[in-house]
């Protein structure tokens, strides 16, 4: 079991930073899974994938809403996976979470058996 929790949420302007943070407790990330993904959740609207990356390796995967502007990487040593948001809209604004898969790759939020209690982020216009 491992057990997740986010950071790093908050209320920004539009064209701002954040960096968001999911630190992994109970055992190491790579004992319970392989891959870390990042989804939110707008109020009213249905949970989405933002992005994903391979814990081993490191390949990584976007939506296509924020390629170009948000970065996800991981830090092994400190069992903590981050997610770096560039060129925040007012469209980014959502509950993020992150979630754990042992799947390799996984986009699809049914494939994500373990999740964090989420992060809000609001961005202004």
């Known amino acids: 079991q491992v057990q997740l929790v986010e950071s790093g949420g908050g209320l920004v302007q539009a064209g701002d930073s954040l960096r968001l943070s999911c630190a992994a407790s109970g055992s190491t990330f790579s004992s319970y899974a392989n891959t870390m993904g990042w989804f939110r959740q707008a109020p009213g609207k249905e949970r989405e994938f933002v992005a994903a990356?391979?814990?081993?390796?490191?390949?990584?995967t976007y939506a296509d809403s924020v390629k170009g502007r948000f970065t996800i990487s991981r830090d092994g040593a400190k069992n903590t996976g981050f997610l770096q948001m560039n060129s925040l809209k007012p469209e980014d604004t959502a509950v993020y979470y992150c979630?754990?898969?042992?799947?390799?790759?996984?986009?699809?939020?049914?494939?994500?058996?373990?999740w964090g209690q989420g992060t809000q982020v609001t961005v202004s216009s």
């Open positions: 979630a754990a898969t042992p799947r390799i790759g996984v986009t699809r939020l049914r494939e994500y058996n373990n």
């Open positions: 990356i391979r814990w081993s390796g490191g390949s990584t």
